[in-house]
């Protein structure tokens, strides 16, 4: 069955440090996949997804993620974080795609606070 | 352009009584999806229409939810009669219909449900 693991429930990272959330997949075909954020009172935003191509991919708020098929992983990047960071964090794969749409699965999502 | 939008944004009820709560997505998506996040848990998929038709219904957890979606513009999510496991964030996203499920889905914000 297919799976996202967060392994990282909570990360503390001071503001200008670099920052690295970690997603691991459990799918057979090709995934799609999907970091998206949740900051507090607020719902979902993409951040950026992978459906194919080049494997490192540029997403919004200076983040980027890098599939690596070997290692089943889909982590996302920040260079430089930012205390408007500070947000939950969700990886997902596109499930049982149709002709539509696809489901999404999540991991359990990863809360980022940001120390100055 | 209006974002995916949710209402009400709390709702407090007592077991045995019926909640529904409402979606209304981005003009023109045809998809729309109803998602649950139990606390602690990861966020989990319920179902998926297409305009007024349901695709996947493969996440209700059971016969007490109803979901519809007439005329394919707003959806409604009924849960009759409420347990207590019930309680939880319900999140409601859409997208536009894309080939082999490669779209964006819309978050909406979210329904916090507590079941007393």
């Known amino acids: 069955a297919q799976s996202v693991t967060q392994p990282d429930i909570h990360i503390t990272v001071s503001e200008g440090a670099s920052l690295e959330l970690r997603c691991n997949y459990s799918y057979g075909a090709t995934p799609y996949l999907f970091w998206y954020v949740q900051s507090p009172g607020q719902g979902l935003q993409l951040l950026l997804k992978?459906?194919?191509?080049?494997?490192l991919v540029q997403g919004i708020k200076g983040f980027e993620a890098e599939f690596k098929r070997s290692q089943s992983s889909f982590n996302l990047r920040k260079p430089s974080v930012h205390w408007s960071d500070a947000a939950e964090y969700f990886c997902a794969v596109g499930a049982r795609p149709n002709q539509a749409g696809t489901a999404l699965i999540f991991g359990k999502g990863t809360t980022l606070s940001v120390s100055s | 352009e209006a974002g995916v939008t949710q209402f009400p944004s709390h709702s407090v009820i007592e077991k045995g009584q019926t909640v529904t709560l409402r979606c209304d997505p981005i003009?023109?998506?045809?998809?729309l999806y109803w998602y649950r996040r139990v606390m602690g848990k990861e966020i989990k998929f319920l179902l998926h229409?297409?305009?007024?038709?349901?695709?996947?219904e493969s996440g209700m957890p059971n016969n007490r939810f109803l979901a519809e979606r007439t005329g394919g513009t707003y959806s409604t999510l009924k849960v009759q009669p409420a347990e207590l496991e019930d309680s939880g964030v319900y999140f409601c996203?859409?997208?536009?219909?894309?080939?082999?499920?490669?779209?964006?889905?819309?978050f909406g914000p979210g329904t916090r449900l507590l079941v007393l």
């Open positions: 996203a859409s997208s536009l219909r894309s080939g082999e499920g490669r779209e964006t889905q819309y």
């Open positions: 229409f297409v305009k007024e038709s349901k695709q996947d």
């Open positions: 992978y459906f194919s191509g080049d494997t």
């Open positions: 003009s023109g998506h045809d998809n």
